[in-house]
Nanobody
Framework: VQLQASGGGLVQPGGSLRLSCTAS????????MGWYRQAPGKQRDLVAS???????RYADSVKGRFTISRDNAKNTVYLQMDSLKPEDTAVYYC????????????????WGQGTLVTVSS
């Protein structure tokens, strides 16, 4: 299973970016998908997550500015980021809880490669 993230870049404060992350490979289904971020010298923190049924959860710092969504048919999760602030600068990682079946069902965590978002004038 591989997660391929894209959409990062340089944007001015107040601007917008949209991140995408697509899961590929052989698996039964995907439960939660989410975005995390890690700024230099800091730990990796949850930004937003979405269940297979569409229930969402956001970090307090991004509520009202970021929107997470997913397309289950495409195994893709999106993060629309509006009203970006310099403190949003970080490497953003996508995450997926993947359900696999061999002789039994198992849940495994997978991570994308990270995409850099820089908010600066």
């Amino acid at each position: 299973v591989q997660l391929q993230a894209s959409g990062g870049g340089l944007v001015q404060p107040g601007g917008s970016l949209r991140l995408s992350c697509t899961a590929s490979g052989r698996f039964f289904s995907i439960d939660d998908m989410g975005w995390y971020r890690q700024a230099p010298g800091k730990q990796r923190d949850l930004v937003a997550s979405i269940s297979s049924g569409g229930s969402t959860r956001y970090a307090d710092s991004v509520k009202g500015r970021f929107t997470i969504s997913r397309d289950n048919a495409k195994n893709t999760v999106y993060l629309q980021m509006d009203s970006l602030k310099p403190e949003d600068t970080a490497v953003y990682y996508c995450n997926a809880e993947v359900i696999m079946f061999t002789t039994k069902f198992t849940r495994n965590d997978y991570w994308g490669q990270g995409t850099l978002v820089t908010v600066s004038s």
